[in-house]
């Protein structure tokens, strides 16, 4: 992750929706936790409803929607297996809980990384994450 | 090619951490393994030693052998150690079997009186034995009663009630529908290899299935296992069309023998 001074004024209201992008992803996280997809359309839908905002704030929303999606499929898969442990015929397992653990260090990782753009982009500063940020490069037209 | 090799670097991370933690017995660390077995084993024999104080265990040889060849020849057929299950023939007229902790495995005479053939009590018997195989049974106790109302029971402080409403989660109530269907379907399994016909357990389900209602007070077996006609279909349908030639063991004489042994006590 990295912050980088942009070329362009970032706007008090630009601000505060690319902030806002990260902290619907925070606030779907806490209220929507044994689902891992609450997060990703709460993302979705802020993304879908500014894409028509200027490039910093479609930049943030799509980087804050990228964030879920990856993810999203590690989580999933993690909630499958512990609702086939509880109901199916699967067991508690070493292999189970190494997958749990790591599912928690990347959640952790993510949900403290989020909190840090959230507040470094209502200051308007421009946060880069490791792969998404080139992703959203690719994606995101001026 | 930046992005590729960035989402590389990701997945080696993810899956480096997994392969790092996996290194690491948490079952051990946890205390999850001894726990459960400890438990399961001093509930298993509590539980039975509380239905052996009925005074309804029949310890005749003419009925636990032949129960035992069936047994044996499903157990042996499937690499399953067969000395591990602790069989007990209980006289009771409901057409009943069923699967405590601790690999007890009761089957009540009912059962043998309602069979037809050794086919159909291999089924029932293969079906609980893919039960215990299957680690269902703590699964459907933990599910119904709580963990902790369990351990205490292991423990010795746990109340009478509370066993009796245990032996009546095991003994005259269906696992759920999931766990039902894998354990037909791993019976079927072991009835192939064991050379035993199919077709009996599915015939066997249709029968007590559309028996009259006044029967079915003594058929708990059937009664609250779900849907016995589509389990008979799925049983059929999992059989296939090969043919397997089949080995009896006890023959229609030797389940006669047992059927008057079951007729004397009763009398």
Known sequence: MENQTQAWIVKEDEAEKASNAYLMSLIAIIAGLPLPIINLIATLIFYLGNRKGTYFIRW?????????????????????????????????????????????IFNVVEFIATIYTAIQTRKGKHVRWFLYADICDLLCKK | ????????????????????????????????????????????????????????????????????????KICGANDIDANQLKVHLIYNNEVNAFALPNNHLVVYTGLILAAENEGEICGVLGHEIAHIELKHVMKKLVKEMGLSILLSLASGSGNGDKLKEAIKYLSSSAYDRTLEREADLKSVKYMQKAKIDVEQYAAFLYRLGS???????YLSWVSTHPDSRERANYILAQRGMGKIKCQAVLGPQSLQQMKDLIEGINN
């Not at chain 1, 993690?78 to 928690?104: E, K, M, R």
């Not at chain 2, 991370?13 to 660390?29: A, P, Y």
């Open chain 2, 211 to 217: 028996d009259e209602p006044e029967a079915m007070k």
């Open chain 1, 60 to 104: 943030h929303c799509l980087q804050a929607l990228l964030s879920q999606l990856s993810l999203l499929f590690a989580n999933s898969y993690g909630f499958w297996w512990t609702i086939y442990i509880i109901f199916g015929s699967d067991h508690l397992s070493s292999n189970y809980f190494a997958y749990i653990f790591t599912l928690i």
């Open chain 2, 1 to 72: 090619m930046k992005i590729l090799s960035q989402i590389f670097l990701m997945l080696v991370l993810f899956f480096g951490c997994i392969f790092l933690l996996q290194k690491v017995d948490w079952m051990s660390l946890l205390n999850i393994n001894q726990v459960s077995k400890s438990s399961e084993e001093k509930l298993g024999d509590t539980i039975w030693e509380y239905i052996k104080n009925d005074g309804k265990e029949i310890e005749n040889k003419g009925l636990s052998e032949p129960i035992d060849s069936l047994i044996q």
